[in-house]
T-cell receptor
């Protein structure tokens, strides 16, 4: 069964600090997605990672994928208040019965 | 504004009823995806359509059905509603949504369904 776990579930950090959100998944997957959701708002696609060692960066966010460890990280550099949101990872598997499973989300609060 | 529209924004109905949620994708996008977000179940992928045909199916209940029309808008039909169906329903669109692709999905604002 495909399971996706994120940690931490909650993260409160000071502006200017660095931190990493982790996303572990239980079986081989095809793609790893990261999304952002602001409170009361819809989802926003951040990154799609395909291959082992893939790294993508957008502003203060950098996502990486280690398919051997079944682990993706979302690294936040020099956090700012505007990054406060809930971040979700998701994975999908296209072989056999299609599966697309989200993690539980990490609620990030950046304190000024 | 993502360019994806959903109607209605809010829907309140009673158990046992049937509702239809509508999604219009961004201009030029061929794929539409439906998601459900609830406190109990978290985020769940329901179903994807590509150019009118079902492409991938997730945790969609048998009481739910969807279709994508020739003009590419999509409808999600929810029937025999239960209290547990109360949730936010998002749709998203992307250019292709082909397996192995890396299309960015653009999300609509969602429809909040409350079943009383």
């Amino acid at each position: 069964e495909l399971k996706v776990e994120q940690n931490p579930l909650f993260l409160s950090m000071q502006e200017g600090k660095n931190y990493t959100i982790y996303c572990n998944y239980s079986t081989t997957s095809d793609r790893l997605y990261w999304y952002r959701q602001d409170p009361g708002k819809s989802l926003e696609s951040l990154f799609v990672l395909l291959s082992n060692g893939a790294v993508k960066q957008e502003g203060r966010l950098m996502a990486s994928l280690d398919t051997k460890a079944r682990l993706s990280t979302l690294h936040i550099t020099a956090a700012v208040h505007d990054l406060s949101a809930t971040y979700f990872c998701a994975v999908d598997v296209t072989s056999g019965t299609y599966k697309y499973i989200f993690g539980t989300g990490t609620r990030l609060k950046v304190l000024a | 504004d993502s360019g994806v529209t959903q109607t209605p924004k809010h829907l309140i109905t009673a158990t046992g009823q049937r509702v239809t949620l509508r999604c219009s994708p961004r201009s030029g996008d061929l794929s539409v995806y439906w998601y459900q977000q609830s406190l109990d179940q978290g985020l769940q992928f329901l179903i994807q359509y590509y150019n009118g045909e079902e492409r991938a199916k997730g945790n969609i209940l048998e009481r739910f059905s969807a279709q994508q029309f020739p003009d590419l808008h999509s409808e999600l039909n929810l029937s025999s509603l239960e209290l547990g169906d109360s949730a936010l329903y998002f749709c998203a669109s992307s250019v292709t949504g082909l397996a192995g692709g890396t299309d960015t999905q653009y999300f609509g604002p969602g429809t909040r369904l409350t079943v009383l």
